[in-house]
């Protein structure tokens, strides 16, 4: 069962108030999260726990989870991924404070206390937890049509260190 997430939300009124969110956000709105995508089908499951801790730091704990499909970098077929993204994060307005930010946060900075989309702080998350470079974990593709690229690696690296070069520049130094 889940309730419908607001579009905009104010962090610091939250977190005093001890409040949660819960619900299903769909991926089709999240666009920067979508340049990485192969497919904008499907949702995000999002939980946030809005406190305050006990020296007084406002903070929020988020959990989002998502199937995601992507390109696979090296057969270019399509993949999925199962995007799980666990975050404690400190409410923070000016980069000055984040120094002395107790060390089991991560801060999530904000400009002022104005309310904010929800979904920026979920959408940041969920890109920062993509692969660099997405692939499959099984050989998709044939070893050989790797292995000239290696062979031409493996001669470069040779030629570098090769120790007659070596021998020369230390004569040469006498
Ligand atoms: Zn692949």
Redesign the pocket.
Same mark, same amino acid.
């Given at each position: 069962m889940h309730q419908k997430l607001p579009k905009e939300i104010d962090p610091f009124r939250l977190a005093q108030n001890g409040l949660k969110l819960e619900g299903l956000l769909p991926l089709v709105g999240l666009s920067r999260l979508a340049k990485y995508l192969h497919s904008t089908e499907g949702n995000a499951d999002i939980k946030m726990d809005f406190e305050i801790d006990e020296i007084g730091t406002p903070y929020m704990r988020g959990e989002f989870k998502a199937t995601v499909s992507v390109v696979?970098e !090296?057969?270019m077929?399509p993949?999925t991924l199962n995007l799980d993204v666990k975050c404690l994060l400190a409410m923070i307005i000016g980069e000055r404070k984040i120094e002395g930010l107790a060390e089991q946060y991560d801060p999530w900075l904000l400009e002022n206390s104005d309310p904010i989309l929800l979904k920026s702080v979920i959408e940041d998350e969920l890109i920062l937890s993509l692969p660099l470079v997405p !692939?499959?974990d099984e050989a998709?593709l044939p070893d050989d049509v790797w292995s000239v690229g290696e062979e031409e690696v493996a001669k470069v690296t040779e030629e570098r260190i090769s120790p007659f070069a070596m021998l020369e520049s230390l004569k040469t130094k006498d």
């Open positions: 696979c !090296r057969c077929q993949m !692939r499959h998709c």
